[in-house]
């Protein structure tokens, strides 16, 4: 079965070390798993394409994900064991890697856009195969009450908003 992953919004890279271990496991049990580590942000140019299959495999299954895009900025995690966080348009994220090897496997290709003017850039390919290779997220408690912790804080300091005023705006979406 192949599925297709549409509208990604952002793309964030992880060191492997800083995951939680056995997500994979975890998420085929559909264990919640969240990431509560520093990540750094990806640019891309046009539209990311994540493809997610499913194979069965000697009564077992297994599956992997590709995840392409292209970037104008040098990317320099190729040699690095690092996974990847994917934000779609519906809200959802996925975790593309775990701790435990194997790990994703990073390929870059420099592109070089024809002379009539397209610029140069890098084409990224990541794949992992695993028993659970596109693990759902769940935002952490501490993300989606960020706005209200900083609204709590800027009251304390000046006390000139009312309880209203601070409960007002909480819509805000968390960082991930």
Known sequence: MKQILPGILRLQVVDCSLLPPNVSLKSKANLPISVLADTTEISFVGSP????????????????????????????????????????????????????????????????????GDSAGFQIEISWVSIKSLIPLILSLVAQMLPLAKKVILWQKNSTLNSKDMLADTTSTPIM
């Open 49 to 116: 394409k994540c493809e997610y299959n499913i194979k069965n495999d000697n009564n077992s299954t297994s599956e992997k994900t590709i995840l392409e895009f292209l970037t104008d900025e040098y990317f320099p995690f190729d040699e690095q064991n690092v996974a990847f966080i994917i934000s779609c348009a519906s809200g959802k994220s996925y975790l593309i890697g775990a701790r435990e090897s194997p790990f994703p496997v990073v390929n870059v290709k420099e592109i070089i856009g024809p002379p009539s």
